[in-house]
């Protein structure tokens, strides 16, 4: 394996399991197509079951008896198929060998009209390791979302905090891809805490931003001075 050049490998082989570089290209396909990762594992077991009736009646034509009942028609549709696990396994094999291609097509996303920040803590609780008294240690507390007005990710970072000034360099690249600092249209930022950061972002990012409230926290600011009593509560909530 060693000895022959990475491209020339036909399959890739991890620790407990492996697949092909052509199954990695139809999972990928799918998932740039829209396809949820669940859907893609029944899309792919059907594919494999119309395959093994197919097979079975080849061979049952071939044989030209009924050797082949019901029963071996059963263990040809259990044919395996792969788990979510694997599909991930599938995408993060292509991120490992394509990065420097998605980090370039990530720093041609731009935004015209708007940008939204945000901090993620369940996916960073999933970051970190095992100590030797099994128990779990993480080595993020979230992590940093910069996302244009079509949901489209233009930017991310691992943080240990929700100060700006972690993220400080990351908004920058993001304001000179933006063209922030060259006078261009105005660009509405919406973020969770909009009185406390206004000053810092403008600082950081150029004066020519308008910081504004996102639009679940303005409304979390509402119900949470409003009784389950008023009229409008369930609402405002609905």
């Not at 263990?75 to 792969?82: C, D, G, R, V, Y």
């Not at 788990?83 to 420097?100: G, M, Q």
């Not at 041609?108 to 128990?135: C, E, M, P, V």
């Amino acid at each position: 394996m060693n000895a022959l050049i990475y491209e020339q490998q036909p399959f890739v082989l991890l620790h407990r399991t492996g697949f092909t570089k052509h199954f990695i290209n139809t999972v990928i396909c799918l998932l740039q197509e829209g396809m949820i990762i669940s859907k893609i594992e029944l899309f792919i077991t059907k594919c494999r079951r119309n395959y093994a009736a197919g097979l079975y009646m080849r061979l049952k034509n071939i044989l030209a008896s009924d050797s082949l009942d019901k029963t071996s028609l059963l263990s040809f549709n259990e044919t395996p198929a792969p788990s979510n696990d694997v599909i991930c396994k599938c995408f993060i094999a292509h991120f490992l060998e394509h990065r420097k291609l998605y980090d370039m097509q990530m720093q041609l996303l731009t935004a015209d009209s708007y940008i939204s920040f945000d901090h993620t803590f369940k996916i960073a609780s999933n970051i970190g390791f095992l100590r030797s008294d099994n128990r779990w240690v993480t080595q993020y507390n979230s992590i940093f979302f910069v996302m244009n007005e079509i949901g489209q990710v233009l930017a991310w970072q691992l943080t240990r905090s929700t100060s700006m000034d972690e993220v400080k360099l990351l908004l920058q690249n993001v304001a000179t891809r933006l063209n922030l600092h060259r006078g261009s249209s105005e660009l509405q930022i919406y973020i969770d805490n909009c009185c406390l950061l206004k000053d810092k972002l403008t600082t950081i990012m150029g004066s020519n931003i308008l910081v504004k409230l996102d639009l679940f926290h303005a409304v979390q600011r509402i119900t949470r001075t409003m009784s389950k009593k008023h009229p409008y509560f369930f609402s405002m909530y609905g």
